[in-house]
């Protein structure tokens, strides 16, 4: 059985998905396949952002803040709520509700524009065709005929051999979104972006968290400055980031998970109930290609393509976390709007210089540009300008004065070079950085755009101005 | 105060100069950089810019005569005439030029100095607020800044720049417009005397774009193209029209255009004389038992070409309304490949943008494209009497190398005795 197609999307999810409706709506014949199973056994499109990413994490972590504020914060404004419980069962459902319903989505967006979506494992065969395997019947294969096909499969998380997934106690990503209720002892290898949340996530519903992180640096790919702040908002959370320290060894045994690592002081060990492994994703590579396709892959598995994500075999490109490039959904899903409108013979580019980096723990961190350290090691001479969110009324009101935006900005030309923002919803406030450097702003731009009062966006023109040593609402050093 | 335009310093070892001809004529309104006229040496052709907007008064040299360096040519009224204000007021004020050939221009920048300068208002590209508050301070003109932000926007590093380098375009952009031998040393004492703000703005091409110049040239370089002309009395087909055209489209809910009546006549002649539906494929033709017509519509994107499937098994209204369909989806983007693909032969209607008379380029593989063209009401002969006709010039480019003029010209006049006695297109006579 064989159905033909003027595009093949291998993979549904922000890239694939988002590429698949884009070269629908350029008029291209288009078929997305994907092979998400979820836990229930179900297929579910959206991949690991909707599944069992991006979207659930963000769910959880806004009910245990929630709850955190019920016993941090409400008393400060007044309320009494006795001793608040958390029932896990009914967060969970609430996740489940939300990741069910912006799947559902896709399925909707797929069929409202005509976008054939097959629930199935997609290869990319050497003859240029792409062969599915069903996902209800692994024995029921058919063979799509494609004039291009995307490669966009997404990445998976790292195993380590010394702490294997057990899908118990040992969990990725993933599991570790699903524990029924919070661990007594929780311990994650890792202390970035997904370590960092998801710790928080069951720190702030009662789990003692010990999160590893083999790096002396606390966030290394952020700015520093941020990061050292960062680090000391989660120390006063009790939030437990011991740095610089390599994990050696796991056993598990009838009191819990024995963690064993090493760092300067020496050989150490922790025993917790639950452990995270959160060190990083790999791309999800290994089946896709069959020998002699020409489709290159690097010796991390990466799909190898170009700046307009071709991958050298003409009309097969690839796009999202298989290939090169920050692991960002919205990276994914705008390299796959870019090969769609490429596909359909249209002009279009990706500008990889400005695409912004968030961290949903709280206080929130978000960045776009270089870092403070990058522009050293580049040489470009640069002034600074930071301003507390401790000096904003807005933050101030809303019991969340922590925290600072930093702008860097080019010596000469005033050029915004990098955004740096730690604080109550960075996430949001970094578009304003992300368009004004797309349009290359200077620091005086934002100067002159006026920010309404009292909002926690008057901190990043306050920013501005401490760029040139003008604040108005901080002391100038 | 008037200003004297006066010839511009020759290059050296050139004693005099001849006025070529005048762009602009006494009384016209002139803008700032505009070229007024030609001038003429051995060596290079000179422009002469206005240096400011205005009117221009008088012409003291006619064309044709031969002037020396200084000499006053014509006399310009300075005044805003244009809509644009605000470039002159900053211009006027700027710097003076370093190398200057007009005295005048030096004693308007002068006396304009005492000009109140107007905020900068906003030129095509919408300036950011630190661009703005430079162009105000400095009293610049943005359209004289290179811009490399955002499509082509000013950013501030861009007006620094500019302000750094003294607020003046690197000498070397003297341009000439006949370098017969280049004079470096000319050129740079020329600056002045040519428009200081040409800008090229090089655009790449689209996909669409390049494809299709791709495709026009492979087409160029590998049929022999040749192209014959008739012309059409369309007023039987206009009569009919007229007649028929509300009950047709009450019955048939389709519009009865022209182009139904072109394609029905063209199946009909293509049946005649196969050769001009076939293709050629090395040493091979291929004839084609069936007929594809692709119809040329024009999108903002480019040409496209959607084809009308086995046209010779379709009504009047299907034809109609399978092209306007096809027409707007294409417009829309929202047209498939495949239907661009195939077709035998090919309509063109260079008529509706008013073309009366051309050549149009073959779609390879096909052998033959026939042009439309405007209707104009003409005065023609019919039966040794002069009368007015809505007449249509029709015109088949043919690939000589299978088609030979016989069957083209014979085309073509089928085409015409269909549409110019539409019974015969009822009859497939």
Redesign the interface.
């Given at each position: 059985m064989s159905q033909s197609f003027d595009v093949v999307v291998i993979g549904a999810g922000p890239a694939g998905y988002v590429c698949s409706i884009r070269a629908a709506q350029n008029g291209l014949k288009t078929a997305c396949v994907d092979n998400w199973k979820s836990l229930d056994g179900k297929h579910a499109f959206g991949g690991t952002c909707l599944n069992a990413g991006c979207i659930p994490s963000k769910a959880l972590l806004e009910s245990s803040e929630m709850f955190h504020k019920t016993q941090h914060e409400f008393a400060a404004h007044g309320i009494n709520v006795g001793n608040p419980h958390m029932d896990v069962a009914v967060m969970q459902a609430r996740k489940a509700k939300i990741v069910s319903n912006l799947t559902g989505g896709i399925a909707a967006l797929f069929k409202s524009n005509n976008v054939t979506g097959i629930r199935g494992t997609a290869r990319l065969l050497k003859n240029g065709n792409v062969e599915v395997t069903a996902f209800d019947d692994p024995k029921q294969k058919e063979i799509l005929e494609a004039k291009h096909i995307v490669l966009a499969t997404g990445s998976e998380p790292v195993e380590l051999k010394i702490a294997p997934f057990d899908r118990k106690d040992i969990v990725d990503s993933w599991g570790a979104l699903e524990f029924a209720n919070s661990p007594k002892r929780l311990g994650v290898i890792g202390g970035g972006v997904i370590g960092l949340e998801l710790g928080s996530v069951w720190q702030r519903l009662g789990s003692q968290v010990t999160i590893l992180e083999a790096m002396d640096n606390f966030l290394f790919m952020a700015d520093q400055q941020i990061g050292q702040a960062a680090a000391r908002e989660f120390k006063k959370q009790e939030l437990d980031i011991r740095l610089g320290a390599k994990v050696t060894g796991t056993d598990k045994g009838k009191a819990g998970i024995s963690v064993h690592y090493e760092d300067k002081d020496g050989k150490h060990d922790i025993v917790v109930d639950k452990l995270i492994v959160a060190v990083g994703r790999r791309p999800a590579t290994s089946n896709l290609l069959e020998e002699g396709t020409g489709v290159k892959l690097d010796q991390r598995g990466f799909i190898q393509v170009d700046e307009e994500c071709h991958t050298g075999i003409k009309n097969i490109w690839a796009i999202g976390d298989c290939v090169r490039g920050p692991m960002l959904a919205h990276k994914g899903s705008e390299e796959g709007v870019m090969v769609a409108d490429l596909m359909a013979g249209k002009v279009a580019e990706m500008n990889y210089e400005v695409i912004p980096s968030i961290i949903y723990t709280w206080p929130e961190i978000a960045w776009v540009g270089k870092t403070e350290e990058e522009l050293k090691k580049q040489g470009i001479k640069y002034k600074a300008g930071s301003f507390p969110f401790a000096a904003n009324g807005r933050a101030k009101a809303m019991e969340a004065a922590t925290g600072m935006v930093k702008i860097l900005a080019h010596a000469d030309t005033d050029e915004i070079l990098g955004v740096h923002i730690l604080g109550p919803m960075a996430s949001e406030m970094i578009a304003e950085a992300v368009l004004a450097m797309e349009f290359r702003a200077s620091a005086e731009d934002i100067q002159r755009t006026i920010h309404a009062h009292p909002t926690l966006s008057e901190a990043m023109h306050e920013a501005s101005l401490a760029v040139d040593k003008h604040a108005i609402h901080a002391i100038n050093r | 105060m008037s200003i004297e335009i006066k010839v511009p310093q020759l290059p050296e070892s050139i004693p005099d100069a001849t006025l070529v001809s005048w762009h602009k004529q006494a009384g016209d309104a002139v803008k700032r950089d505009e070229n007024l006229v030609d001038i003429e040496t051995d060596k290079v052709v000179l422009e002469c810019p206005a240096p400011v907007d205005g009117v221009l008064k008088e012409i003291r040299i006619q064309g044709g005569a031969t002037v020396t360096a200084g000499q006053v040519i014509a006399i310009l009224e300075p005044g805003v005439v244009a809509a644009e204000k605000s470039a002159t007021a900053l211009t006027a004020s700027s710097k003076p030029p370093a190398a200057v050939i007009n005295e005048t221009a030096t004693t308007l920048t002068k006396s304009s100095a005492a000009t109140v300068s107007t905020p900068a208002s906003r030129s095509d590209m919408p300036l950011?607020?630190?661009v703005r508050?430079l162009v105000e301070e400095h009293q610049l003109d943005p359209a004289k800044i290179q811009g490399?932000?955002?499509d082509g926007?000013l950013?501030?590093?861009d007006v620094?720049?500019y302000i750094n380098k003294g607020g003046e375009l690197p000498a070397s952009t003297g341009s000439v417009t006949q370098p017969a031998q280049s004079d470096a040393k000319a050129a740079t004492s020329m600056t002045r005397a040519v428009s200081d703000n040409r800008e090229n703005r090089r655009v790449?091409m689209?996909?669409?774009r390049a494809?299709i110049a791709q495709r026009l040239s492979e087409s160029q370089a590998s049929t022999v193209m040749l192209t014959s002309f008739n012309e059409v009395d369309l007023s039987k087909v206009m009569e009919l029209r007229t007649r028929y055209k509300d009950k047709f489209e009450k019955q048939q809910g389709i519009k009865l255009g022209f182009m139904s009546f072109f394609v029905k006549a063209v199946v009909e002649a293509l049946k005649r004389y196969p050769v001009v539906n076939a293709s050629s494929d090395g040493n091979d033709i291929i004839y084609h038992d069936y007929w594809d017509i692709s119809v040329a519509v024009s999108t903002p994107r480019g040409l496209v070409t959607p084809v009308l499937r086995d046209a010779d098994q379709m009504s009047f209204a299907e034809i109609e309304k399978s092209l306007t369909d096809m027409a707007s989806r294409a417009r829309d983007?929202?047209?498939?490949?495949e239907e661009l693909t195939g077709g035998t032969f090919t309509i063109t209607n260079g008529g509706v943008f008013g073309s009366l008379f051309s050549t149009p380029i073959i779609n390879p593989p096909q052998s033959g494209i026939l042009g439309m063209h405007a209707i104009k009401e003409r005065a023609v002969v019919v039966d040794g009497q002069v009368v007015v006709r809505p007449m249509m010039y029709i015109a088949i480019t043919y690939d000589h190398r299978i088609v030979d003029g016989r069957e083209a010209v014979l085309f073509l006049v089928s085409i015409k005795e269909q549409l110019e006695d539409p019974a015969r297109l009822l009859l497939q006579i």
């Open positions: - | 950011s607020p630190s508050r490399s932000g955002l926007r950013t501030k590093g620094l720049e790449p689209t996909r669409m494809r983007g929202k047209i498939t490949l």
